[in-house]
């Protein structure tokens, strides 16, 4: 099929690459000039496994394109996906100008003859917008189209594998002739039957919203669970154990750290609520998920200053992991941009490490590079040496097995602050450490004293 994919970036990339690895004919289009002009260069501009060898391919092999064009990327296409960012607006709303700026360039480029086009939501977009998407064609056409809903469920760092082998396609319809040709579009990637679920529009729409709310509500569930633990003097890692082998309850999602962070699950909890109060429909729970996200990201900060005090300066900090979660380089909302800068508002500097987010970094912390209160390190232990606590914020396969004994050696004191538990309390006590964690007892390393009183 005759693809065009509007909106090049972490998704867009992916559906287009994807769709053009299994034999369309796709390009990818986009107003971001430097974006096109590096991913025509064969440079890939974001983080994503697996992605950068499907795009050289398909490249190669003349099935990918990538054009500014946009107008004569969507005149051309039979199928066309709407990829554009969906950002808050200031009332929490989803920002719907992308998403129908684009619409009107598909209605003023409609061509004259040719088969009848699909045009496909595929950004995240509240209930209702497939139908202001048709209004804005129609303004400059009377030829006959279809528009359909196909969110995508995607997950950053796992994007390809999720878009090549997905658990279902949610594909909201309202023509047999939609139904059959997203049908054939998708038969590659379901072959082991997995399941197109095809449904009205509206439906498909809140799927989406449903599915990322309800994850974001069992991050925040458990990391309220995580509280109580502290409280108490429990342990939320066997808690987690204790709920998640129930069949009806599951492992998925339950590890307390944090916060959630990322371009949707904010951003999509708080375009849920929007819709839910604009129909008049109690949003409680999603304003209960994200007070909890709220206070879970400035946790570690609170730790931080009820061992040093308020005032942080003459402090170091040696931060691993800024991305939002591990194996992607994207930062939007992560937790580190709250907890770095909280930090360095109360005159700490901080030295952070991140596999792959640097550039990134670089973007969002400017100010902080500029003024020096922040550095960027090229390795995870340079950013430790003469720290006064290592902070992990972020749960890098990488971070998972340091060298202990070497961290114990470049700090000025051995205090880690663990927002992801990455490690066992019980070890990093033996190791020497002061080790305060989410959800689970703190520990100080073993002394003498304190390991004769234990009966060690
Ligand atoms: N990132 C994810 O993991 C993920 C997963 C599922 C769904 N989504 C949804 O998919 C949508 C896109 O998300 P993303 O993370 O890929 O965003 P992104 O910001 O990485 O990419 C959006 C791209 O759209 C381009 N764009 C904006 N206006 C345009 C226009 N008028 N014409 C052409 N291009 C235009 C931008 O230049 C940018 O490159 C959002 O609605 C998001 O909620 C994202």
């Known amino acids: 099929m005759q693809i065009a994919v509007v909106g090049t970036g ?93 619409a009107g360039t598909i209605g003023r480029n409609m061509p004259a003859t040719g088969p009848e086009k699909i045009v496909i939501t595929k950004s995240t977009v509240p209930v209702g917008t497939a139908g202001k998407v048709r209004e804005a064609i129609l303004k400059h056409t009377n030829r006959t189209f279809h528009v359909c809903s196909n969110p995508e469920f995607l997950k950053e760092g796992a994007a390809v594998q999720d878009f090549m082998k997905p658990d279902r396609v949610v594909v909201g319809v309202d023509s047999e002739h939609a139904r059959q040709r997203l049908g054939e579009l998708y038969a590659p990637f379901v072959r082991t039957g997995n399941p197109v679920l095809f449904m009205d529009i509206a439906s498909a729409e809140i799927t989406k919203y449903a599915a990322n709310a309800m994850l974001a509500t069992r991050i925040s569930f458990m990391n309220m669970v995580a509280g109580l633990c502290e ?30 962070g990322g371009s949707c699950f904010p951003k999509d909890v708080k375009a849920l609520v929007h819709t839910l109060q604009a129909v008049g429909v109690d949003a409680s729970i999603l304003d209960g998920v994200e007070q909890v996200n709220e206070a879970q990201k400035k946790l570690l900060l609170e730790r931080v200053t009820e061992r040093f005090g308020e005032d942080l300066s003459d402090l170091t900090f040696g931060v691993w992991g800024l991305s939002f979660k591990p194996e992607t380089d994207d930062m939007r909302e992560a937790p580190a941009l709250t907890v770095v800068r909280g930090l360095i508002e109360r005159g700490a500097r901080v030295r952070a490490h991140d596999p792959q987010a640097r550039h990134e970094a670089e973007h969002y912390f400017a100010d902080l590079l500029e003024d020096g209160s922040l550095q960027l390190c090229d390795g995870n232990y340079d950013c430790i040496e003469g720290a006064d606590a290592l902070l992990v914020l972020t749960e890098w396969q990488p971070y998972r097995h340091p060298d202990f004994e070497r961290i114990k050696n470049r700090l000025s004191q051995p205090l880690i602050f663990d ?38």
């Open 10 to 102: 972490y998704v867009g990339l992916v559906v287009g690459a994807c769709l053009a690895e299994s034999g369309n004919d796709v390009t990818c289009c986009d107003i971001d000039a430097a974006k096109i002009a590096r991913l025509n260069a064969g440079e890939i501009p974001i983080y994503e496994p697996g992605l950068e060898p499907l795009v050289e391919r398909n490249l190669e092999q003349g099935r990918l394109h990538f054009t500014t064009e946009v107008d004569r990327g969507v005149a051309e296409a039979e199928v066309i996906f709407i990829a554009v960012g969906t950002p808050p607006g200031e009332d929490g709303s989803a920002d719907l100008k992308h998403v129908l700026a684009v």
């Open 419 to 456: 927002g992801r538990n990455l490690w066992d309390p019980e070890k990093m006590r033996g190791y020497g450490f002061h080790y305060v964690s989410i959800g689970r007892p703190a520990v100080a390393p073993l002394t003498v004293a304190t390991a004769a009183a234990a009966g060690e």
């Open 231 to 260: 409280a108490v003097g429990a342990d939320v890692a066997r808690v987690r154990q204790g709920i998640g082998t129930d069949d009806r309850i599951g492992q998925s999602f339950l590890f307390a750290g944090i916060g959630y």
